[in-house]
């Protein structure tokens, strides 16, 4: 079944990491995940129904990401409200994929043609597309009140996600 590894590794990467993820994560033109790639859990989909492959470094759930964001970007009571406009942008934006992802899990891959199958993949780009203009939308609001240093920190924060940070040597 490699169409339907290949769309639900991309999906759930989109989904539950691009889009509950900062902005800076992955280039729109980064080629889609390689189907051998091990499927990480989504916001609605546990750990343990994954393969146990990707149980060895489970990525981020959107809520996982939401508490993660909230404490570097050290968010305030004062932007709360803002945050809460960023926070629903993401959980909306996974609820898409995971929806995405269920509806392409029931088709059986062996009966999809080339052209069924890229019609998909462009549902699953037009969510992400869409979903990133949300999530840029309720961030710009909220970048816009942050204080400079705060904005230097989610700055920080964004370029920074997705990297590994090297081991010291000492």
Avoid: C
């Avoid at 990480?40 to 939401?66: F, G, L, N, Y």
């Amino acid at each position: 079944m490699p169409s339907l590894s290949r769309t639900i590794a991309m999906s759930a990467v989109m989904g539950a990491t691009m889009l509950a993820a900062p902005l800076t994560a992955m280039a729109v033109d980064s080629p889609p995940p390689a189907a051998t790639q091990p499927v990480p859990p989504t916001a609605t989909q546990p750990a343990a129904s994954q393969p146990a492959a990707s149980q060895a470094k489970p990525r981020e759930t959107v809520e996982q990401r939401i508490t993660s964001l909230h404490t570097s970007l050290a968010i305030t009571p004062a932007e709360e409200a803002d945050w809460n406009g960023v926070t629903k942008a993401m959980r909306q934006n996974a609820a898409v994929m995971d929806k995405l992802v269920s509806e392409k899990s029931t088709k059986d891959p062996a009966k999809m043609t080339a052209v069924e199958d890229l019609v998909t993949y462009e549902k699953f780009a037009r969510a992400h597309v869409e979903g990133l203009r949300d999530l840029t939308r309720s961030f710009a609001i909220l970048y816009k009140e942050m204080p400079d240093a705060q904005k230097k920190v989610a700055d920080e924060v964004f370029q920074n996600f997705g990297h590994e940070k090297p081991a010291a040597h000492g």
